[in-house]
């Protein structure tokens, strides 16, 4: 199956600090990309889709302006933790697809904690 | 909003059991995906249903779409303990709308 990749896998932070996670997909053109908050035994939180080239669309309740997302390119996706607090600690998932509305593909997370 | 419901939360069963989870949506779907995550790993794709009432197997794993395609259902036969994990279900209704996944089923296997 199609390879997404996640950098940093772990990430320790001071509160206030700015903290940003990489998505790539390694052999395929992804033209969405979305992200996903994981709280620990619970289910995936949509946050945001984002199709390359145009603005992300936000899910209701994610403030746009604390979680910055950029797609660049048809292969890497930003998400920028912006004056990161300790609520904002929790896993965070990108998957890709190629086509919108198809299957995805599921990086391995960023552990994030912010002290 | 959609919503799609997934039961039970919790399963429990006896290496050699069989397993079935269900999958309930608010409204018809255009497509429903099935994705397990391994504890400490990240969900990865099982499969896609699309058509009403289709049923699709992977060797001990049975998947089923509603003929109304709004429920679905996945069965393990006689449960491994390779098996564990969770396993989300996820669905959009028709139209370009991103997925929307259940909360997903955890499955323990006692040996």
């Known amino acids: 199956g199609a390879v997404v990749s996640q950098h940093p896998s772990r990430v320790i932070c001071k509160s206030g600090t700015s903290v940003k996670i990489e998505c790539r997909s390694l052999d395929f053109q992804a033209t969405t990309m979305f992200w996903y908050r994981q709280f620990p035994k619970k289910s995936l939180m949509l946050m945001a889709t984002s199709n390359e080239g145009s603005k992300a669309t936000y899910e209701q309740g994610v403030e746009k302006d604390k979680f910055l997302i950029n797609h660049a390119s048809l292969t890497l996706s930003t998400l920028t933790v912006t004056s990161a607090h300790p609520e904002d600690s929790s896993f965070y998932i990108c998957?890709?697809?190629?086509?919108?509305?198809?299957?995805?593909?599921f990086g391995p997370g960023t552990r994030l904690t912010v002290l | 909003g959609q919503q799609v419901m997934q039961i039970p939360q919790y399963q429990h069963v006896q290496e050699g059991e069989d397993f079935t989870t269900y999958c309930n949506s608010s409204t018809t779907l255009s497509n429903i995906q099935w994705y397990k995550q391994r504890p400490g790993g990240h969900p990865v794709f099982l499969i896609q249903?699309?058509?009403?009432?289709e049923v699709k197997k992977q060797k001990r794993l049975t998947f089923q779409f509603g003929e109304a395609k709004k429920n679905s259902s996945l069965h393990i036969t006689a449960t491994q303990t390779t098996d564990v994990g969770t396993y989300f279900c996820a669905g959009a209704p028709s139209g370009n709308t991103p997925l929307v996944f259940g909360k997903g089923t955890r499955l323990s296997v006692i040996a």
């Open positions: 998957s890709a697809s190629w086509l919108p509305y198809n299957e995805q593909f």
């Open positions: 249903l699309v058509k009403s009432g």
